[in-house]
């Protein structure tokens, strides 16, 4: 027998016992590299590898996510605080502002996002509740309203020390520390971050289509219904378009028509600032409509004048009921019109009308993969597919919408082999 042929036989029998799992741990440390990598970003101490390296040995196949609790276990492992000051932040920063970008400050939305996830709540509350997450680091100075530096300071700190967010953040309430009602809270969409980014200049339909785009994970486009009516579209946009009453009723009316009906519940908010916007804050007057929400009135002056905060949802109906819409509520009555459209007044009923959607449910899951499974929805292969819709589904019932189990799930899925 030749050199070669030896060489290749051996090699066949260690292969052929790796997969029968006779030979364990060189795959098992691997992956355990892998789900500590996507989870924190950070190599991991060899003793965390160790550790989790025994989890994946002792539930084979479809195990992981004992390791990937392990791995954002502060308690547990020395290296988690990355979990929480990366991975978290980055995942959330993008939702924050207008660019999308990731290079932004820590702030109020990203805290909250982090708490929520940290503390395991139900993560439907960030759309609707009275919810905030400051750092209680010494040397930070306390919260405001009109200004950042809190959550600077905080993000100046060591992040494996003073600075760790999994220590630091502590849960309030936003109408604890800034002049809003707890009635107008609405979660992340009124904190200072997406109000100065989506509610400043413009008309305030910026923060339902970016409250859209990120946690229902759909732009404008791709839902246009032309069927619904256009009572609610607002004077300001035209009915006839370039001398064309066809554009508004085959385009304009696509997007105007569901978005004006619901962007009303916006009615009462502002970003209030002179010069420069991050020196603003969020202006709330209950009973007193924006001028923005009725600004250029003469574009069509039998158009829908917003006269307080209501709200409908037209969606309801037509194709995008396969946004899921659900009659569930936690915290605001449920309404409906008698041609069974939800209404409601106010940031609040809309945030539990979006949350409590099977596109919410679905697109946190699908964000998560993105992050640790570097494929979103438009690359997942088959087996991608049945794995997410069925975290969907544990999400909105057993998890009863906790994100750790979401993110150790698919950490655990996208382990690789
Ligand atoms: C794909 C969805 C979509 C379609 C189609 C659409 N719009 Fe809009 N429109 C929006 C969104 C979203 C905003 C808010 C933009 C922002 O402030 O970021 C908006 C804002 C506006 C505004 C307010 C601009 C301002 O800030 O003062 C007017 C006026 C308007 N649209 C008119 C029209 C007209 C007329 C048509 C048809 C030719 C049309 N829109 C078609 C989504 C759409």
């Known amino acids: 027998m030749g050199k070669t042929n030896r060489i290749s036989l051996t090699l066949c029998t260690i292969t052929l016992l790796i997969s029968q799992g006779l030979i364990a741990g060189d795959l098992e440390r691997r992956q355990a590299k892998r789900i500590h990598d996507r989870l924190t970003g950070i190599n991991a101490p060899n003793a965390t590898i160790d550790a989790m390296e025994s989890l994946l040995v002792a539930e084979p196949i479809t195990g992981g996510k004992s390791a990937a609790q392990f791995a954002i276990d502060p308690s547990?492992?020395?290296?988690?605080?990355?979990?929480?000051?990366?991975?978290?932040?980055?995942?959330?920063?993008?939702?924050t502002n207008e660019e999308q970008t990731v290079f932004t400050p820590l702030n109020d939305y990203t805290a909250t996002v982090i708490g929520a996830i940290r503390d395991g709540h139900d993560f439907r509350r960030i759309l609707y509740d009275d919810i905030l997450y400051v750092g209680n680091a010494s040397g930070i100075g306390s919260y405001s309203p009109s200004n950042n530096n809190h959550y600077e300071a905080l993000e100046a700190?060591?992040?494996?020390?003073?600075?760790?967010?999994?220590?630091?953040?502590?849960?309030?309430?936003?109408?604890?520390?800034?002049?809003?009602?707890?009635?107008?809270?609405?979660?992340?969409?009124?904190?200072?971050?997406?109000?100065?980014?989506?509610?400043?200049?413009?008309?305030?339909?910026?923060?339902?289509?970016?409250?859209?785009?990120?946690?229902?994970?759909?732009?404008?486009?791709?839902?246009?219904d032309v069927s619904r009516t256009p009572d609610r579209v607002r004077r300001d946009v035209s009915r006839s378009p370039g001398g064309d009453s066809r554009i508004f009723l085959n385009a304009c009316v696509g997007c105007h028509a569901g978005m004006d009906g619901m962007a009303g519940a916006f009615a009462y908010y502002e970003w209030d600032?002179?010069?420069?916007?991050?020196?603003?804050?969020?202006?709330?007057?209950?009973?007193?409509?924006?001028?923005?929400?009725?600004?250029n009135q003469d574009n069509f002056r039998p158009g829908y004048l917003t006269t307080d905060d209501s709200w409908v949802n037209y969606w309801r109906n037509g194709p995008n009921y396969l946004l899921g819409w659900s009659d569930n509520r936690l915290e605001t009555p449920l309404f409906k019109d008698d041609k069974n459209n939800t209404v409601g007044n106010g940031a609040k009923s809309l945030g539990e009308e979006l949350a409590n959607s099977d596109a919410f449910a679905q697109c946190q899951v699908d964000k998560v993969f993105e992050t640790l499974c570097l494929r979103g929805p438009a690359e997942y292969y088959d087996q991608d597919r049945v794995?997410?819709?069925?975290?969907?589904?544990n999400f909105k019932t057993?998890?009863?919408y906790n994100m750790r189990e979401v993110f150790t799930d698919v950490a655990a899925h996208c382990k690789g082999n």
């Open 76 to 95: 547990l492992n020395p290296a988690a605080w990355s979990f929480y000051n990366v991975t978290l932040k980055n995942f959330a920063a993008p939702w």
């Open 157 to 224: 700190l060591d992040p494996a020390g003073n600075g760790n967010l999994f220590d630091t953040l502590q849960q309030t309430t936003q109408s604890a520390v800034s002049p809003l009602p707890s009635t107008a809270t609405a979660g992340i969409m009124t904190t200072r971050a997406a109000s100065m980014a989506f509610f400043s200049d413009g008309t305030n339909r910026a923060m339902f289509r970016f409250t859209l785009m990120n946690h229902l994970c759909t732009d404008l486009e791709p839902i246009k």
């Open 273 to 295: 600032y002179t010069n420069d916007k991050s020196d603003g804050s969020l202006l709330y007057t209950e009973g007193a409509v924006s001028n923005k929400h009725n600004i």
């Open 387 to 393: 794995v997410r819709d069925s975290i969907v589904n």
């Open 398 to 400: 057993t998890y009863n």
